[in-house]
């Protein structure tokens, strides 16, 4: 019993970490956009974990600069400031008790083109990417970068993000320009301020590790069931990056409907958004989020991609981390230059358990434009 409490503490944070991108961001472009923005920018908690530039660009040459940002979602039962989250948000969460541990179980690269003509795409990292760790730690699960930097350097958290954003820089090849960290009670709160998200399931499912128990078709669903949907991994055909697949197109529905005039124009919802958004998420302390609305506002659902990097075997076995996810990170960077470039080379994954010469079809591109169906 106290196993399937753990794993079901253990939330899947893609989701998020990118409402950042399109809940924050965006709320600069609304007509509540300046009061909106003047808020966040006064509580939101930042961090010193990228460097700034020797001479600050204006806002208008910001918003004229292609921006990469790592995204992160933590499983953590405290705020950004670190308090233990009320008794009754745990309870509603199946979260467990407030003991301040954070892992890094989601983390994506957002690119948003200056190019307006382009499109801007999510790149998910699964977490089980068995990849070089930056700061001399060898190689182990991508998501462990955080925590053994931060407890290398006692208890640092600056520490444990500077090293998860250089290994991930070197793995993709991409200048991380920006860092937003994210927990899982503003991703609740965030889904309840927009009146829940469309997804659309291929067939039922009931899954007592996570506790996701959802009807095959389409459905709106909100805060703790939203937390269920995305985190879901066992009994689906390729475990975690099925689970990463859900998660784009949980991100897409989300994406729509905060892109929607009708979230962006209703006082309440903007108001939960930013309650959400205040207390419970991260930024680099250089993050100007009003240049980055600025550089989004233009964006439809249809311009605004969902993919994964190429991984190889998902049952990699690994002398200290268990099982892992091969990734070349060749393949990698190459995948990221291509959708720089606008390349349409989506990657080729191998199927769960099988050997180097087994390949599946790639799997269609998620856009935040409609409701995709997934396992």
């Known amino acids: ?139 182990h699960k991508l998501n462990s970068a955080y925590s053994r930097a931060k407890n290398a350097a006692g208890g640092s958290a600056t520490a444990g993000r500077r090293n998860l954003i250089e290994t991930v820089s070197t793995l993709t090849g991409l200048r991380v320009d920006h860092y937003a960290e994210i927990n899982m009670y503003a991703f609740s709160q965030i889904t309840k301020a927009v009146g ?47 689970r990463v697949r859900r998660q784009q197109a949980f991100l897409a529905g989300l994406a729509s409907r905060v892109l929607s005039a009708g979230t962006l124009t ?25 240049s980055l609305a600025e550089q989004v506002q233009g964006l439809s659902g249809g311009r605004i991609e969902f993919h994964t990097i190429p991984t190889l075997r998902s049952d990699l076995a690994t002398p200290a981390d268990g099982t892992a996810v091969e990734v070349n990170p060749k393949q990698v960077k190459a995948f990221v230059q291509d959708l720089l470039n606008a390349v349409p080379a989506p990657p080729v994954q191998m199927r769960q358990g099988l050997g180097p010469g087994a390949t599946e079809q790639p799997q269609e591109t998620i856009t935040a434009n409609g409701v995709h169906c997934v396992n």
């Open 196 to 242: 829940g998200v469309p997804v659309c399931l291929n067939k039922a499912v009931e899954d007592s590790y996570s506790g996701a128990d959802f009807a095959k078709g389409e459905q709106v669903i909100q805060g703790a069931d939203a937390l269920r949907f995305v985190r879901q991994r066992h009994g689906l055909p390729r475990g975690d990056l099925d």
């Open 1 to 139: 019993m106290e196993q399937v409490q753990r794993r079901r503490r253990v939330l899947s944070g893609i989701g998020r970490a990118t409402v950042v991108l399109v809940s924050t961001a965006t709320l600069g472009a609304s007509a509540l956009g300046w009061t909106a923005y003047q808020g966040v920018t006064v509580a939101v908690t930042t961090d010193d974990v990228i460097a700034a530039p020797a001479t600050a660009p204006s806002r208008e040459k910001a918003a004229a600069t292609d921006m990469t940002f790592l995204l992160v979602g933590v499983d953590s039962r405290t705020d950004a400031q670190g308090r233990p989250l009320p008794r009754e948000v745990l309870d509603e969460l199946q979260a467990g008790n407030a003991s301040g541990e954070q892992n890094t179980d989601t983390m994506i690269l957002v690119h948003v083109p200056a190019d307006r003509a382009k499109k801007a795409f999510a790149v998910s990292l699964p977490r089980d990417s068995y990849v070089d760790i930056a700061g001399g730690f060898g190689r």
């Open 266 to 290: 209703d006082p309440a919802k903007v108001t939960g958004l930013l309650e959400a958004i205040k207390t419970s998420v991260v930024l680099d302390q250089n993050w100007d989020l009003l």
